[in-house]
């Protein structure tokens, strides 16, 4: 079931979060290397759940839960630009031991949807092009996310 935020739901979906980051968070420090990965993540363990809570408090109306039988299973943030007509997805994460399929399709189901209801003409998502965020481009695909740029980040050490 699809349902709108409430403040009840804030610690939950951050911890959510929090989890469901940790294997891409394992990837960019690998990639990166520990000195640059602490730069850029100070702290892995709470840095999702911050940039959750910072929406959440900002746009509490732009985030949706879904729930399964009484628990919070995922969640979804999202942006609308009524001048671009352009919405965008933002973070959005299924509990990594939810154990059930098909949640994030509903969430992207449900936030498309009220895209259109409120006349936006494109809906955005960005994800990573390494092997941790390839689940992700995976959903965004089957929920119909077609038109791609692909980008890369470059650094050097100094």
Same mark, same amino acid.
């Not at 408090?57 to 039988?69: L, M, S, V």
């Not at 154990?99 to 936030?111: D, E, F, N, P, S």
């Not at 695909?141 to 470059?154: D, L, P, S």
């Given at each position: 079931?699809?349902?709108?935020?409430?403040?009840?739901?804030?610690?939950?979906?951050?911890?959510? &979060?929090?989890?469901?980051?940790?294997?891409?968070?394992?990837?960019?420090? $690998?990639?990166?290397?520990?000195? @640059?990965?602490? @730069?850029?993540? +100070?702290?892995?363990?709470?840095?999702?759940?911050?940039?959750?809570?910072?929406?959440?408090?900002?746009?509490?109306?732009?985030?949706?839960?879904?729930?399964?039988? &009484?628990?919070?299973?995922?969640?979804?943030?999202?942006?609308?630009?009524? #001048?671009?007509?352009?919405?965008?997805? &933002?973070?959005?994460?299924?509990?990594?031991?939810?154990?059930?399929?098909?949640?994030?399709?509903?969430?992207?189901? $449900?936030?498309? &949807?009220?895209?259109?209801?409120? !006349?936006?003409?494109?809906?955005?998502?960005?994800? !990573?092009?390494?092997?941790?965020?390839? +689940?992700?481009?995976?959903?965004?695909?089957?929920? !119909?996310?077609?038109?791609? $740029?692909?980008?890369? #980040?470059?650094?050097?050490? @100094?």
């Amino acid at each position: 079931m699809i349902r709108n935020y409430c403040k009840e739901d804030l610690p939950i979906i951050m911890d959510i &979060g929090n989890r469901a980051w940790q294997g891409i968070y394992d990837m960019y420090n $690998a990639a990166y290397g520990e000195e @640059l990965f602490k @730069l850029i993540t +100070p702290n892995r363990h709470s840095v999702k759940g911050e940039q959750i809570k910072n929406h959440c408090e900002t746009h509490p109306d732009w985030i949706y839960i879904c729930e399964e039988n &009484g628990k919070i299973a995922g969640f979804v943030t999202f942006y609308i630009n009524e #001048t671009e007509r352009i919405a965008v997805i &933002g973070n959005n994460a299924v509990d990594p031991q939810c154990g059930l399929k098909g949640i994030g399709q509903q969430m992207y189901r $449900a936030v498309l &949807g009220y895209f259109r209801e409120k !006349g936006m003409k494109y809906a955005k998502v960005t994800t !990573g092009l390494d092997a941790a965020h390839a +689940p992700a481009r995976r959903a965004y695909e089957r929920a !119909g996310f077609n038109i791609k $740029a692909e980008n890369v #980040t470059y650094y050097m050490k @100094l």
